[in-house]
């Protein structure tokens, strides 16, 4: 059971590129969530699923777009990387257990754009 | 507007020392509160979970406690130790299913 897994870990991109982030999780999860972590912002929601086949913009979506391609995975794409993108993105699941909604977090992308 | 703040920003005690860390709220109207830990360059663990009909929940040596009324948690570590060294967040839920909302975060160092 790994739980949250995302693709790549780590990545440089030049001002303008396209990239799309992988995230996997295996609890069976309806809701996953895309986070961004900068330094002196703490974590702020891009997009989330609800469930298979929605999708809504959090708190900062601009520049971003996602697809849950299934149950299991959702992805994050970037169609024209800036620096300001430059960030640790997070992909987290969760699910109504005993009504505590728990999001559990994966280990990360950290992006890099030049 | 929702938001929530954690004091300190950074906290250095010796090695045993009982702590408390802080976590404030602007909305009272949450679903529940969670506490995550976050090493140098790695995810976020969750810690403990409190639901909105809850006062404090336990894990080993820690305690969270919430006091909705007031807009505030803590998480207290007794006994701390160097492997607690690491960054704590505060996370707030307000709807079923919905977006966490988190603090900034207060950095934890415990000197041996």
């Known amino acids: 059971n790994a739980g949250v897994t995302q693709t790549p870990k780590f990545q440089v991109l030049k001002t303008g590129q396209s990239m799309t982030l992988q995230c996997a999780q295996d609890?069976?999860?309806?809701?996953m969530y895309w986070y961004r972590q900068d330094p002196g912002m703490g974590l702020r929601l891009i997009y989330y699923?609800?469930?298979?086949?929605?999708?809504d913009k959090g708190e900062v979506p601009n520049g971003y777009n996602v697809s849950r391609l299934n149950k299991r995975e959702f992805s994050l794409r970037l169609e024209s990387a800036a620096p300001s993108q430059t960030s640790v993105y997070f992909c987290?699941?969760?699910?109504?257990?005993?009504?505590?909604?728990?999001?559990?977090f994966g280990p990360g992308t950290r992006l890099t754009v030049t | 507007k929702q938001e929530v703040t954690q004091i300190p920003a950074a906290l250095s005690v010796p090695e045993g020392e009982n702590l408390v860390l802080n976590c404030s709220f602007t909305?009272?109207?949450?679903?529940?509160l969670q506490w995550f830990r976050q090493d140098p360059g790695k995810g976020l663990t969750s810690l403990l979970l409190i639901q909105s009909s809850q006062r404090e929940q336990t894990s080993g040596r820690l305690n969270a406690s919430l006091d909705k009324s007031s807009g505030r948690s803590t998480l207290y570590i007794a006994a701390s130790q160097p492997g607690d060294s690491a960054t704590y967040l505060c996370a707030v839920l307000y709807n079923q299913g919905g977006k966490l909302i988190f603090g900034q975060g207060t950095e934890l160092s415990v000197k041996p």
């Open positions: 609890m069976n999860h309806n809701s």
């Open positions: 909305d009272s109207a949450i679903y529940n």
């Open positions: 987290a699941s969760s699910e109504l257990d005993r009504a505590s909604y728990e999001q559990y």
């Open positions: 699923s609800a469930s298979e086949g929605t999708t």
